[in-house]
């Protein structure tokens, strides 16, 4: 490891390779890939970028290590690995943005079903997706399941029944689970419903309309009714799929935008050359166009996530070779990446090049906005300087018990989620909120001190005690002018004898040095931010301690036994139904239950009566349970 402006170039590798970028505390803040490591570095030294992030992401960087990798596939793997061990600041990160939903047929099974899931396996099934709407995609399947009605529940659960769900009772199922069916039958209605969700959807259309003409040639004119509803249900999720691609092919497009300090991304799905929805993205732009487009390739393809067996690009990304084959494997099918130059598919590109832009557009709209709502809240609390980020706290406990404090923090007027933080009060015992802030804000700010990572303003919720707590803690720190401070109480309400609201105060914000609170204007931007930001760290502080508080409550005499762990109280209450059960238990009853070690039996047995034995078979039986390993 080396200094970037110490950095001898003459002994980096000019073959593939990985490198990382760390700061002065060994953190890593950047970790790249290149073809030609020495080539790649040489760029860094010459200083010749000028997008501010990579200037200040230079100044930061202290050590850089290299890493040499027989071919640039084995870089890009191994990059992907260091990325998700070490989680840098300075790499994309699509960790926060949602999952969607994917349906699976395991065609192999007897009698398929068909799953919602968010993960994409290599297990063999079919998948189709992703869609955008899980609520829009479940009224879909509700009006396939009329049309094609398959099991609804496991087939392990279905075999079990004595005899059909109430699916089967209302014409949802066609109750293979007791022979109602044959197998050639119900494979039959697999194959419709999988060319449905392939985009051919006329074949299961025409299907419909002789059952509607069947059944109104009958005379079954309630029938024909609720098959023409189901009909026009149909071409309705049809059309609003629109048709994009005459070829009929599963297609993944991007669409890149750049714009001042990022870059707009958006990705389009297409599959049987229908436009089933669309993902937008903003990366910070701390890359070259084709560098960032190969990362967030990587990175979005790399979780659980259905990879199309071609993929329309704007521009080819850097290492496209190792990329594809990348691609291919995570797949187990081919994959082609494309970057088209004419026809159909290029506008395809430019769509989603419109789409980018469009992304754009509104989140720079949104952006204006939240630098109002800041710049609001830095005047109406006297602030020194914008408040970008804002940290709130709060604390959660039972008399007592199970103390617990929270972290939300807003970056940009946005939620950060992944600055959110739960804390374990560790040197304060009772309720004592005063002394619990004091705690949990010193441990936050002098790690914010070594990260140099320190919020521009903490928001406290409470009154003027709360706030005097956390002022100590500043000053002690001597953050006193560089960290701004404020509390927030809770509006006070009056009521009447019948409990009646008769009035409510308004919210109340105190600052450091100021004796009377100061009031935001009702319905501003502003208030609203920090009431918002204020209720999130209370419902996120009582989450986690109502989780502490069931952890607790199923914490039995049992967890004191040595070799009793969660697994083997479950085993030992299920087989003798209660701790009281247990404890009547002789020793041959305890080694005689399933699953259950002789030593750990016998640990069992001694800790119910160790004040019945002799001291000589006590210390035996301690023997024993010592041998019982750990929980």
């Known amino acids: 490891m080396t200094g970037l402006n110490a950095l001898d170039l003459s002994r980096i590798s000019t073959g593939p390779g990985v490198y990382l970028m760390c700061d002065s505390q060994q953190q890593v803040l950047y970790v790249g890939k290149a073809r030609n490591l020495r080539a790649r570095l040489r760029q860094y030294l010459r200083g010749d970028d000028s997008r501010p992030q990579i200037r200040y992401l230079l100044r930061r960087v202290a050590q850089v290590e290299t890493l040499v990798t027989d071919t640039e596939k084995e870089a890009l793997i191994l990059e992907n690995t260091l990325i998700k061990k070490h989680r840098p600041r300075y790499n994309i990160n699509l960790r926060d943005d949602k999952t969607y939903v994917s349906l699976r047929i395991d065609t192999r099974e007897p009698f398929p079903a068909i799953e919602i899931v968010r993960r994409v396996r290599r297990d063999g099934a079919q998948y189709f997706g992703p869609y955008a709407s899980a609520g829009a995609l479940r009224q879909t399947l509700r009006e396939l399941y009329r049309l094609f009605p398959l099991r609804r529940h496991p087939w392990s659960q279905c075999r079990k029944r004595e005899r059909p769900c109430l699916f089967y009772q209302i014409g949802q199922c066609s109750g293979p689970c007791h022979g109602h069916i044959d197998s050639a039958s119900y494979q039959r209605m697999v194959q419709a419903i999988i060319a449905f969700l392939s985009g051919r959807g006329e074949p299961v259309l025409q299907l419909l309309r002789q059952r509607m003409a069947t059944a109104a040639q009958q005379l079954h004119y309630e029938e024909a009714a609720a098959l023409?509803?189901?009909?026009?249900?149909?071409?309705?999720?049809?059309?609003?799929?629109?048709?994009?691609?005459?070829?009929?092919?599963?297609?993944?497009?991007?669409?890149?935008?750049?714009?001042?300090?990022?870059?707009?991304?958006?990705?389009?799905?297409?599959?049987?050359?229908?436009?089933?929805?669309?993902?937008?993205?903003?990366?910070?732009?701390?890359?070259?166009?084709?560098?960032?487009?190969?990362?967030?390739?990587?990175?979005?393809?790399?979780?659980?996530?259905?990879?199309?067996?071609?993929?329309?690009?704007?521009?080819?990304?850097?290492?496209?070779?190792?990329?594809?084959?990348?691609?291919?494997?995570?797949?187990?099918?081919?994959?082609?990446?494309?970057?088209?130059?004419?026809?159909?598919?290029?506008?395809?590109?430019?769509?989603?090049?419109?789409?980018?832009?469009?992304?754009?557009?509104?989140?720079?709209?949104?952006?204006?906005?939240?630098?109002?709502?800041?710049?609001?809240?830095?005047?109406?609390?006297?602030?020194?300087?914008?408040?970008?980020?804002?940290?709130?706290?709060?604390?959660?406990?039972?008399?007592?018990?199970?103390?617990?404090?929270?972290?939300?923090?807003?970056?940009?007027?946005?939620?950060?989620?992944?600055?959110?933080?739960?804390?374990?009060?560790?040197?304060?015992?009772?309720?004592?909120?005063?002394?619990?802030?004091?705690?949990?804000?010193?441990?936050?700010?002098?790690?914010?001190?070594?990260?140099?990572?320190?919020?521009?303003?903490?928001?406290?919720?409470?009154?003027?005690?709360?706030?005097?707590?956390?002022?100590?803690?500043?000053?002690?720190?001597?953050?006193?002018?560089?960290?701004?401070?404020?509390?927030?109480?809770?509006?006070?309400?009056?009521?009447?004898?019948?409990?009646?609201?008769?009035?409510?105060?308004?919210?109340?914000?105190?600052?450091?040095?100021?004796?009377?609170?100061?009031?935001?204007?009702?319905?501003?931007?502003?208030?609203?931010?920090?009431?918002?930001?204020?209720?999130?760290?209370?419902?996120?502080?009582i989450s986690h301690h109502r989780r502490l508080r069931q952890q607790a409550a199923l914490t039995t005499i049992l967890d004191q036994i040595d070799g009793v762990g969660p697994a083997r109280r479950k085993l030992l209450l299920r087989q003798f139904g209660s701790v009281a059960a247990i404890r009547r238990a002789s020793l041959a009853q305890l080694q005689a239950a399933e699953g259950l070690p002789p030593a750990v039996a016998a640990a069992v047995w001694h800790f119910f009566h160790q004040e019945k034995e002799s001291p000589d078979h006590a210390a035996q039986l301690d023997d024993s349970a010592g041998a019982a390993g750990p929980r």
């Not at 629109?242 to 993944?252: E, H, I, Q």
């Not at 100590?472 to 006193?480: G, K």
Request: glycine letters at 8%.
């Open 228 to 541: 023409r509803d189901q009909l026009r249900a149909m071409e309705q999720t049809l059309e609003q799929q629109k048709m994009v691609s005459g070829d009929g092919a599963d297609l993944d497009v991007i669409g890149l935008q750049p714009s001042e300090g990022e870059l707009s991304l958006c990705l389009l799905f297409v599959r049987g050359g229908r436009l089933i929805g669309r993902r937008g993205f903003s990366l910070p732009w701390l890359q070259d166009q084709d560098e960032l487009l190969a990362a967030f390739v990587q990175q979005y393809y790399g979780g659980d996530t259905l990879i199309p067996p071609t993929l329309l690009l704007p521009l080819w990304p850097a290492g496209h070779e190792a990329l594809q084959l990348w691609l291919q494997e995570r797949r187990g099918q081919r994959v082609e990446l494309r970057v088209p130059q004419r026809g159909q598919r290029l506008e395809l590109v430019e769509l989603a090049a419109g789409n980018a832009a469009e992304l754009a557009r509104q989140r720079a709209d949104q952006g204006q906005a939240r630098q109002s709502v800041l710049e609001q809240i830095q005047q109406a609390l006297g602030l020194k300087r914008l408040p970008r980020r804002i940290e709130c706290y709060d604390i959660s406990n039972t008399q007592g018990q199970h103390s617990v404090a929270s972290k939300v923090a807003v970056y940009d007027g946005e939620p950060d989620r992944a600055a959110y933080r739960h804390y374990r009060i560790k040197t304060v015992s009772g309720s004592d909120d005063f002394a619990s802030l004091a705690e949990v804000l010193q441990r936050r700010l002098q790690r914010g001190l070594r990260e140099d990572d320190l919020p521009d303003l903490l928001l406290i919720d409470g009154g003027k005690g709360q706030l005097a707590a956390v002022a100590a803690i500043l000053e002690d720190l001597q953050l006193t002018g560089q960290v701004e401070l404020v509390s927030i109480a809770k509006s006070r309400v009056r009521h009447n004898a019948r409990g009646r609201v008769l009035e409510r105060s308004e919210e109340r914000f105190f600052r450091p040095g100021r004796k009377n609170p100061l009031v935001l204007r009702q319905g501003s931007a502003a208030l609203f931010l920090l009431e918002r930001l204020r209720d999130e760290a209370h419902r996120f502080a």
